[in-house]
Nanobody, 113 residues
Framework: QVRLVESGGGLVQPGGSLRLSCVSSGSSFRLYAMAWYRQAPGKQRELVATITTIRSTDYADSVKGRFTISRDNAKNTVYLQMNSLKPEDTAVYFC???????WGQGTQVTVSS
């Protein structure tokens, strides 16, 4: 059973930064690609960023240049560094292991002045 637990969400002002973490257990973490998704109230869940086993990355156009996904295989952890945050980034952010269709519980990010 693969378990993912996110943390690091909170309330920030526009232009601020936040770093999300996702700790995985129950898998050989280094062998799998990982992803971050987000869902705002009344909107579809959207893919934010992905990272492969060789640390190749991809981003949604809306976050390119502002967000960075990374991983630390020794800690079984995926990170999402979010800079220059906008109100439109407000959402619940979820960690995902696509191979197992495993999801975390989500962490709330609110960008507001």
């Amino acid at each position: 059973q693969v378990r993912l637990v996110e943390s690091g969400g909170g309330l920030v002002q526009p232009g601020g930064s936040l770093r999300l973490s996702c700790v995985s257990s129950g898998s050989s973490f280094r062998l799998y690609a990982m992803a971050w998704y987000r869902q705002a109230p009344g909107k579809q869940r959207e893919l934010v960023a992905t990272i492969t086993t060789i640390r190749s990355t991809d981003y949604a156009d809306s976050v390119k240049g502002r967000f960075t996904i990374s991983r630390d295989n020794a800690k079984n952890t995926v990170y999402l560094q979010m800079n220059s945050l906008k109100p439109e980034d407000t959402a619940v952010y979820f960690c995902n292991n696509p191979r197992f269709d495993a999801w975390g519980q989500g962490t709330q990010v609110t960008v507001s002045s």
